[in-house]
């Protein structure tokens, strides 16, 4: 967890709760464990502030903006730890076409690859008529469906409750815009 | 945009964007609010498009969240006065209780002097006690209070640092004018005048301006392909596709190379 981050919508930061932890940490201990235990997500603890930043000189309508999602210190210690758990399995789930966000993948091996199919075209071994679609696709991970995650999860033969403990996660979410 | 056209439309068009409004930083600090505006170009009026400076908008008094200053860490009663308030709320549930605690805290602050006042405060006394003959000077008293004023310099950093949000600025680096000039830059570039509803209306009033975003985020995060998704899951098309691709590479790449 960055250091200087921006804290979530109450207020406090990581460094506030490094500084205090001889006397806060017990009652994070204990409201992130009754988490993993009963997998319900405590009122308010993952309040949402959506910040819209700028992504052009000039913004005109609200695609302009890339929103970006302040979370509470606590609530980012739960999906942490879930992110963690699911982290070293994720080269197994994930295709290996798929470059993003996976440590030891880039997403540059991906454009080399685009790069050498283009120019596999052009050779005068190749033979066969094809064709290349470009597909501007707009950011997809903050729009899954839920029913879409529980049902990929199981499909994956994930243990019941952790895919709870997900589901906990998103389902409870709740979002404020700050302009 | 452009905003001068020679208007050989036909031949060869030009269109440059020549008028600009420059301000140095301390002209902006002075009209935090101003804004340029670009108008439309009637060529039979004038071969330039008017240029507008507003010095004020609408007044956006943005209620102040709570927000943890990292500087209140160095405030020697912080510890014990954010423990016991802490302590008090044991009943209630973790948010509440970080709720209150803020509360306090708000409280808590508005007795601080102001950190800049604090340091205009301690430059006078050192200055007047060096003023003092050198016979009556108090040495120890001069110290504490430098000692006091290197500990206010250092809070007035986090202050800045916390704001300016730039990475690189190492502990120790106390240029405050330019923090002040990176922390206002950043809050012009990120303050929003007007945005454009999906019905192509623009928005200039803060309360309609909230409303735009509120309704664009609404719809993008409400459900939508509900019935789309057992279709994928069953019949797993994207990973077709992708495949598909994958042995593109392998014949390809690899192969070329196997063949020589």
Not at chain 1, 67 to 89: D, E, G, M, T
Not at chain 1, 167 to 172: L, V
Not at chain 2, 99 to 122: F, I, S, Y
Request: charged share 20%; hydrophobic share 40%.
């Amino acid at each position: 967890m960055k250091k200087n981050a921006s804290p979530g919508p109450d207020g406090f930061n990581v460094e506030f709760y490094i500084a205090t932890w001889s006397w806060i940490g017990d009652d994070v201990i204990n409201l992130v464990r009754t988490f993993f235990i009963f997998g319900v997500m405590p009122a308010h603890i993952n309040a949402t502030h959506i910040v819209l930043i700028p992504k052009k000189l000039v913004s005109m309508v609200p695609a302009d903006y890339r929103p970006i999602r302040l979370c509470n210190v606590v609530y980012k210690l739960i999906a942490k730890s879930l992110a963690n758990r699911l982290k070293s399995h994720l080269p197994d789930y994930i295709h290996p076409s798929q470059q993003a966000f996976i440590q030891g993948r880039r997403i540059s091996n991906n454009i080399i690859i685009a790069q050498e199919i283009t120019h596999s075209f052009t050779l005068s071994s190749w033979k066969h008529q094809s064709f290349m679609l470009k597909i501007d696709l707009a950011k997809a991970f903050n729009r899954l469906e839920w029913k879409f995650i529980i049902q990929a999860l199981t499909r994956k033969r994930l243990h019941r409750h952790f895919i709870n403990l997900i589901h906990a996660c998103i389902s409870s979410l709740t979002f404020s815009v700050v302009t | 945009m452009y905003i001068w056209t020679n208007r050989h439309f036909s031949s060869k068009p030009i269109f440059e964007r020549l008028d600009r409004c420059l301000a140095n930083a301390d002209w902006c600090a002075s009209f935090p609010i101003s804004n340029v505006y670009n108008m439309p170009l009637i060529h039979t009026i004038s071969d330039h498009a008017p240029i507008l400076l507003s010095m004020d908008g609408p007044v956006r008094r943005i209620k102040r969240t709570f927000k943890f200053e990292n500087w209140w860490l160095k405030e020697q009663d912080f510890q014990q006065f954010a423990r016991n308030e802490w302590r008090k709320t044991t009943h209630i549930s973790f948010s509440q209780r970080t709720n209150k605690l803020a509360r306090g805290l708000k409280v808590w602050c508005r007795k601080k002097k102001p950190l800049q006042q604090e340091l205009t405060d301690l430059e006078e006394q050192i200055n007047n006690l060096q003023m003092q003959p050198m016979q009556q000077q108090n040495f120890s008293l001069e110290n504490s209070l430098v000692n006091r004023y290197e500990n206010n310099l250092t809070k007035l950093t986090d202050y800045y640092m916390q704001r300016a949000n730039k990475e690189w600025i190492k502990d120790g680096d106390r240029n405050t004018s330019f923090f002040h000039r990176a922390i206002h830059k950043r809050r012009r570039n990120n303050t929003i005048f007007s945005v454009m509803d999906e019905n192509n209306v623009v928005h200039y009033m803060p309360k309609q301006i909230s409303n735009t975003f509120v309704n664009y985020f609404r719809h993008i995060f409400a459900s939508s392909m509900l019935t789309l998704i057992g279709h994928i899951l069953h019949h797993n098309s994207p990973m077709i596709a992708m495949s598909t691709l994958t042995r593109c590479r392998t014949n390809k790449s690899f192969g070329r190379h196997s063949k020589r």
